[in-house]
């Protein structure tokens, strides 16, 4: 590994730290580096008003918001691996669309009971379906992936209209959380974002593969690496750290298509290095996103934001693909 990207991780790293414990101070009620300072050294004698700010309210949506973009950033990187595709992100095969209808069905159905559960079932089942209508002879191809990926999500997109429709005073609850934000998230939702880092984590030990399965899925085979296998493995994970994050902040959208491909630019395409520097950059992304909106915004859907930024990056993207 090159000291130049070493240095960007420990720089991302660095960033991050910062970002956290700089970002506890933002919000609509100021709160000064004394009391914060206070509320962690000494949480008995503390200001109450501003231990629950802080402590119930300001640092578990921070910390998933930097959890959610980690995870999303993440599963583009191996998306775009795996598929060898640089427009490719988690949401390509079916798994946003999947978690949309998931959460619409909770809402219609269930007045919102389970709803991150009925999200995750709905992102990971989706992935899981595109994949047995993909596997033929036991094999996958990546063309019929992405092919199965974009119909199943236009299906499900069917759906979620028809629910959208009949949803009545329910509508307006689906649309925010299509547009994806962290008002009511809480310790349960953090904790359960640190299982993104883990896996991440895990896909970290499948970067040498990928790098491999660059070169093509019989150079892949010819090289040692069980093509198959690798697929199953980096689907079925990707799908889960997407799903976990789309039941956690519902259907945030570019982070997983932006921040790898930005990257792939800084530190090359190497996924040793991308991975883990993807990580930092989504969760940093994703923070600050969230800053902006609950900051200057008056809690805006965090979605709207990365959409604005990411929009036109796709474009330019696309832009640059064609001239190539």
Not at 68 to 86: D, H, R
Not at 297 to 316: D, K, Q, S
């Amino acid at each position: 590994m090159k000291k130049k990207n070493i240095l960007v991780i420990l720089i991302l790293l660095t960033i991050s730290l910062f970002s956290i414990i700089f970002s506890i101070s933002l919000g609509p009620t100021e709160v000064e580096l004394s009391t914060l300072l206070g509320i962690f050294l000494n949480p008995s004698g503390a200001d109450q008003t501003a231990n629950l700010i802080i402590l119930d309210i300001r640092l578990p949506r921070i910390l998933s918001a930097f959890f959610v973009g980690c995870g999303l950033a993440v599963a583009g990187a191996v998306m775009q691996g795996l598929f060898k595709n640089s427009m490719a992100d988690p949401y390509i095969i079916g798994t946003s669309s999947g978690g949309a209808l998931g959460a619409a069905i909770s809402i219609v159905i269930f007045a919102g009971a389970g709803l991150p559960i009925f999200a995750f079932i709905g992102a990971t089942g989706a992935t899981l379906m595109v994949y047995v209508l993909a596997t033929k002879n036991g094999r996958a191809p990546v063309e019929t992936l992405l092919l199965s990926g974009v119909a199943l999500s236009m299906f499900f997109s069917a759906i979620l209209s028809f629910l959208m429709y009949n949803a009545g005073k329910s509508l307006h609850q689906i649309v925010f959380w299509l547009m994806g934000g962290f008002w009511n998230v809480g310790w349960t939702d953090a904790l359960t974002g640190l299982i993104i880092i883990f896996a991440s984590v895990f896909l970290l030990f499948f970067s040498r593969d990928l790098n491999i399965l660059s070169l093509g899925e019989d150079d892949a085979g010819t090289l040692g690496v069980n093509v198959e296998l690798l697929k199953k493995v980096l689907l079925v994970v990707s799908s889960l750290v997407a799903g976990i994050a789309v039941a956690i902040a519902g259907a945030i959208g570019f982070i997983g298509l932006i921040t790898p491909h930005v990257m792939r630019l800084i530190v090359g395409p190497d996924h040793r290095v991308l991975i883990p520097s993807s990580l930092l950059a989504g969760g940093l992304f994703l923070l600050w996103a969230d800053n902006m909106t609950r900051t200057f915004f008056n809690e805006m859907p965090v979605g709207v934001i990365t959409a604005f930024v990411g929009a036109p990056f796709f474009l330019l993207l696309l832009r640059r693909r064609m001239k190539a």
